[in-house]
Nanobody, 124 residues
Framework: QVQLVESGGGLVQAGGSLRLACAAAGRTVMYYAMAWFRQAPGKDREFVAAITWNGNNSKYADSVKGRFTISRDNAKNTVYLQMNSLKPEDTAVYTC?????????????????WGQGAQVTVSS
């Protein structure tokens, strides 16, 4: 079993930055891909970013490309999401996930473990 706990959410003005962290416990995730998804009120969950087990490759949704950066520290069993130039439409609950594979996927159904989520609110 893997437990994932997100931190770093909050309220920020448009144009600002936030850094989310997702710490894994119970089992090392250093061999597994990790990802961030988000869900805004009244909308479906959507893929944000994913990173391979070794951090050498990452994927982003078009809506966040160039503004968000996913990274990981396997020594700390933690993945990060640096969010810059935030927009009101980035407001959502952000959830991290991991899958029992080293390669990434943009599909939620490919992920095996999920965190509880962290609220990010961007004011205009």
């Amino acid at each position: 079993q893997v437990q994932l706990v997100e931190s770093g959410g909050g309220l920020v003005q448009a144009g600002g930055s936030l850094r989310l962290a997702c710490a894994a416990a119970g089992r090392t995730v250093m061999y597994y891909a990790m990802a961030w998804f988000r869900q805004a009120p009244g909308k479906d969950r959507e893929f944000v970013a994913a990173i391979t087990w070794n951090g050498n490759n990452s994927k982003y949704a078009d809506s966040v490309k160039g503004r968000f950066t996913i990274s990981r520290d396997n020594a700390k069993n933690t993945v990060y999401l640096q969010m810059n130039s935030l927009k009101p439409e980035d407001t959502a609950v952000y959830t991290c996930a991991t899958r029992l594979s080293g390669s990434t996927s943009p599909h939620a159904y490919d992920y095996d473990y999920w965190g509880q989520g962290a609220q990010v609110t961007v004011s205009s």
